[in-house]
Every structure is written in C-alpha cells, then in structure tokens.
C-alpha cells in the first residue's frame, strides 16, 4: 500500500493535563509515517514544556500568540508536509489504528477527499465510556449536514491536502461551527466518508468549548444554519455575504434558527423515508421533535411562510443585506 505523509495537528491552549496522552496515543499507532504539529496559542499552564520535554523526532511544536481555534489550526497545517490532514483535539487521543484505517480508504478510493469515525466518548468525571458511531455513506452524511447535524467528529476528521491547498482550511470568519463549515467545502470537492468504528477518546468536558453560551441571539445552530447557507449559496453562483446571512439569522433569532433546523430535520426524514437507515432516520426525527414547540410556536411567524427551502431562505437573506 502506498504511504503518504500524514500530518497529524493540534490545537492547545492551557491543555497541559491532556497533552500527554495526546501525544502518546499518537506514538502507538500501527501506522508509521506521520508527524504530529502541536500549535500552542499562548498557553500559561506550561503546555509548550510538557511538549519540548516528550522529545519525540516526529512530534513538532510551533508556538503562536493566543489566537481563535481556526487560527492556529490553520498555522498548524501552513507548518505542515503531509498530503493528508488529520485533526486531533488536544484534550482527546487518537487508537491505535485510526491512520492505516484513514489511509487505506484514501488510497483505494481517490474520489474520497476527507474520512471520519466513531468516538469512545469518555466522561471526565466518572470515567465512563460509551461508544458512537455515525452514518457512513456520502449522501447519507450529506442529508445530515444540510440539517445541521455534523455527523463526523472533528478529532476523528482526516482530509487530502490538495484540496485547499495555497488557501486558508479554516474559515476565520466562523465563531463555532468552523470544522461543520469545513466539511461542507471539503463536499463541494469530492465525497465524504465516515467509517463504522470508533477512531478516537473524545473527553467529555462540561467547561469546553461546546458547551459556552455566547451572548445575544447567536446559539450554536446560529453558525450551523450560516454554514449551510453559505455553502448552497456558493454551490449555487450566488453573492450572499456573511455579514447579510447574519444580519437575517440575528433577525428571525433562536427560536427562529431552531424552527427551521426541527423543519428542515423533519421534512428530510419523511422525503426520505424508503431510503434511510433507522440509525439516521432516529437522529433526523430526534432532531425534529427536539425543536418541535419552536416549529409549532412559529408557524405564524411572517419569516417562516417563505423559508421553506435553502433557496428562499438565501434570497430572504439577500433582501435582509441589501435593505440595511
């Protein structure tokens, strides 16, 4: 089998009390030929130490000032040689198998661009391990993401180099969401696969970056939503902007942004009845009554007769940009 450099990146900030293990997950896998960029955004906890001190000819640290996640992780891959891209959360850790399996299918499958996995999901307080895996086929993954369901961790995501190479992989425009935005561009260019075992220890934190609350209207399906937006609107040749994606998102606010999410979840699972696995069927009507009073609340709502399909919405999204 043919065997690409693969360049594993993490993110750190003051993730001392899991970089060992990070880093060591990576030191046992059955896959020989790779490198692991630690980017340390101006830790305080003496992360970069612990780094320095593992000593390991493939390990590399690349120090930066505090930045956004999207930043450094884009200074990782900028110091990186590998054709492939594998991403590695600093407070979770990588099995043993989880690059040969990623390289195999991008080595028999060149049509595949990006390949994610199932998690060992382990809570930090108990101990407690559970395991998730995910719909694996392309249009399966695709009918999930267009609902704003990312059905690919991010420390199990591993991409092809070529497709953005030269140009910024994480988009600094996102707040949250940014790793969902990615794998939406990461579609345009080929197909996604998620395989059917776990890849990764994903750490259960309740202090982590899912769980924070941002002020004002912007909950985390606010980024989810923009994404997908912005991405049919790109697929489709149009001239949306962020900036008037957000000004309509702020305007219909949260119970709004879940409306259509429950809707949209909702009305995929029925289009798609016949051809759905139960597994994905579950996770789309999970999702639809999740957000059923906000569905029902706002039927009435002036914003919601004409939001039925993406392309509505985008136009809707136009007119709220060219009116301010």
Partial sequence: MNCPLVSV????????????????????????NWEHIIVDCGSTDGSADLVRSMGHPRLRLCE??????????????????????????SDDAALPHRLSRQVEVMVNRPDVVAVGGGIIRVEERTGARKKFTYPND????????????????????????ACFDGASFYSTT??????????????????LVCLAEPLAYYNYRLDSHSFRSEP???????YALKAVLLHHSEAAGDKLSP??????????GPS????????????????????????????????????SRDIIGNLG?????????????????LNNGEAK
């Fill in 216 to 222: 004002g209207t912007r909950i985390e399906l606010f």
């Fill in 174 to 191: 996102m707040r949250r969401s940014e790793d969902f935005e990615l794998i939406l561009r990461l579609a345009r260019k080929g197909r």
């Fill in 9 to 32: 990146i993490t993110n750190s900030y003051n993730s001392v009390k899991y970089l060992r293990a990070n880093i060591e997950s990576m030191l046992q896998q059955d896959y020989d």
């Fill in 138 to 161: 392309h249009r399966t993954i695709m009918l999930l993401l267009e609902t704003c369901i990312n059905p690919v961790p991010h420390s199990t995501l591993a991409f092809r180099r």
């Fill in 256 to 291: 709004g942004i879940r409306a259509i999410v429950g809707r949209r979840a909702f009305t995929t699972a029925m289009r798609n009845l016949g051809s759905l696995d139960v597994r994905t069927l579950v996770i789309l009507l999970k999702t639809a009554a999740m957000h």
């Fill in 243 to 252: 900036a008037q994606v957000e000004r309509w998102l702020e305007s219909i």
């Fill in 64 to 89: 930066a000032s505090f930045c956004s996640v999207s930043e450094g992780r884009n200074i990782g891959i900028a110091e990186s040689k590998g054709e492939i891209i594998s991403i590695l959360d």
């Fill in 301 to 317: 709502g002036k914003w919601w007769k004409n939001a039925g399909t993406l392309e509505s919405m985008a136009m809707m999204c």
